[in-house]
Nanobody, 123 residues
Framework: QVQPVESGGGLVQAGGSLRLSCAAS????????MGWFRQAPGKEREFVAA????????YYADSVKGRFTISRDNAKNTVYLQMNSLKPEDTAVYYC????????????????WGQGTQVTVSS
């Protein structure tokens, strides 16, 4: 298995939008839950959103619910994170990873982490 590769980060003003992509490899991609996490300077890595492989059911952290949308394209082995109404507190490095768990939210339930993509939201 090859590590996933995140892209789409950048600098945006508060209220703006970004779309992150996570390209993964492996024929079994569609059988895993894929999650997005973020880590701000001096803070622990925190759960943002994930999408189950069964039924592509999404779930979110309360802090992003209603603003972020996670989706996946199994044919392209890619998971997306559409981020709208961005706030300065969304500034962080965003990572994607995979899990075999059931509605996993903890970092130790995930493996094969990407290198991350920086998102900076200016006020």
């Amino acid at each position: 298995q090859v590590q996933p590769v995140e892209s789409g980060g950048g600098l945006v003003q508060a209220g703006g939008s970004l779309r992150l992509s996570c390209a993964a490899s492996g024929r079994t991609f569609s059988r895993y839950t894929m999650g997005w996490f973020r880590q701000a300077p001096g803070k622990e890595r925190e759960f943002v959103a994930a999408i189950r492989w069964i039924g592509s059911i999404p779930y979110y952290a309360d802090s992003v619910k209603g603003r972020f949308t996670i989706s996946r394209d199994n044919a392209k082995n890619t998971v997306y994170l559409q981020m709208n109404s961005l706030k300065p507190e969304d500034t962080a490095v965003y990572y994607c990873a995979r899990s075999s768990g059931v509605y996993p939210r903890a970092t130790n339930e995930y493996d094969f982490w990407g290198q991350g993509t920086q998102v900076t939201v200016s006020s």
